[in-house]
């Protein structure tokens, strides 16, 4: 029970790897914050964990307007007293070929990755900085790394999120909190699901030939959460990994 009585934000909370996150630090005693723009989702996350013992709180935000993130921070703050960990998990990836993409698209999928991850990252890494403790995990992605057909707003966003986890880490050190991202590769999400279609070849790219779960991503979040997000920083972690387009 690493993580019982942390306080921890999640975002992307309704779905994927940030419900199943969200979903196993509670059930291990964490005390969350569970943030997305889908209202109705998170609230059922939020009631499925409460149902179980847990505690929760739900909160309606898009990550991409400063002033939803600077709601969501300062509301978890007050109800818990502190935040011990985030978990930025919140994106979006729709498929767009580059030839094609409009300044709208473009902007669309920076504004929620890389500024939302900018805007959430700062708002708690001033309470973690004031309160000289804490964990911060961003889920990148390996696309990041390698680029992407079709998806290149999305590499950028990631490309950029990695740099920002980095970046992160040379800055936060001296206040006691680790930065670290993690590239799940392909995963069995709705937004796994939906590259997957478009993308045929990716499950066979995979190293293990097929796509990960959330729990199983999940399971290193815990991991950083508790334990390893005290020894452990400005790495990007590939828990699963994928070469090609």
């Known amino acids: 029970m ?3 009585d942390k306080a921890v934000i999640v975002t992307g909370a309704a779905s994927g790897i940030g419900r199943a996150s969200a979903l196993l630090l509670a059930a291990q005693g ?11 989702g998170v609230h059922k996350v939020r009631d499925e964990i409460v149902a179980k013992g ?8 898009d990550i991409g307007t400063s002033a939803d993130v600077a709601r969501l921070v300062a509301h ?9 960990v985030l978990l930025q998990a919140a994106g979006i990836c729709p498929r767009k ?26 708002d708690v890494g001033r309470v973690m900085a004031a309160q000289k403790s804490g964990t911060m995990i961003l889920m ?7 680029g992407s057909i079709d998806y290149a707003h999305y590499a950028a966003s990631k490309g950029g999120m990695i740099a920002l986890t980095k970046s992160l880490a040379l800055t936060l050190g001296k206040y006691g909190v680790t930065v670290n991202g993690l590239n799940p590769g392909l995963s069995d999400t709705p937004m796994g699901r939906v590259a997957a279609v478009q993308w045929q070849e990716k499950m066979a790219l995979d190293v293990l030939g097929k796509a990960s ?7 290193m979040v815990l991991f950083l959460a508790g334990t390893g997000g005290a020894f452990m920083t400005g790495q990007i972690i ?8």
């Open 2 to 4: 690493a993580v019982k």
């Open 76 to 84: 978890a703050h007050a109800e818990y007293g502190r935040l011990d």
């Open 97 to 122: 070929p580059f030839l094609e993409m409009s300044d709208e698209d473009w902007h669309a999928v920076l504004r929620v990755n890389l500024d939302g991850s900018f805007y959430v990252t700062r």
């Open 140 to 146: 990148t992605s390996d696309r990041g790394v390698h």
């Open 30 to 40: 964490a005390k969350v914050a569970l943030a997305d723009r889908d209202a109705a």
């Open 238 to 245: 590939g828990v699963r990994t994928r070469y090609g387009a």
């Open 213 to 219: 779960l959330p729990g199983e991503i999940a399971e």
């Open 54 to 61: 847990g505690t929760a709180i739900d909160v309606e935000c």
